[in-house]
């Protein structure tokens, strides 16, 4: 099974360890799971560790960790564009949704509901779910 996880849900896992984002990236470390991820997203997540209030929560460290083990990840070099018909609210996010399509994914984990990926339903044959449900269906 291959997913997408949306980076605020890495994120997410980093901050509170209790949750189904931390029970995702937790599963996917013990090879539940096979991740995409691409050069945007890592690129993505760098960048916004650096903001003010995540790094007044999260030590440089964690990041640091979760960066390296995201290197054993299929990693996207190139996305395909947006294919027409698509639209999202946030187009910061749509790069979710190529990355679902390029690496035939077969799950899209967010738990953003105002980027209007949840409400698209699916990437391809990629099912969007939020955490939680990704947790009762899939792990």
Not at 16 to 26: K, L, V
Not at 82 to 88: A, I, K, N, T
Request: neutral net charge; glycine residues 6%.
């Amino acid at each position: 099974m291959r997913v997408v996880l949306d980076t605020n849900v890495l994120l997410s896992a980093l901050i509170s360890p209790h949750g189904a984002p931390d029970a995702i990236y937790n599963a996917w470390r013990a090879a539940r799971f096979e991740l995409v991820t691409s050069t945007v997203q890592l690129d993505e997540l760098r960048r916004v560790s650096r903001y003010q209030k995540l790094k007044a929560i999260l030590p440089a460290h964690r990041i640091g960790a979760m960066m390296n083990n995201m290197q054993r990840a299929v990693v996207l070099e190139l996305l395909p564009n947006l294919p027409q018909g698509v639209e999202v609210n946030d187009p910061n996010d749509a790069f979710l949704f190529t990355m679902a399509l390029a690496g035939e994914a077969d799950y899209l984990v967010t738990g953003d509901r105002r980027a209007g990926l949840l409400q698209l339903g699916s990437a391809g044959h990629a099912r969007i779910v939020t955490p939680a449900t990704f947790c009762t269906e899939a792990l």
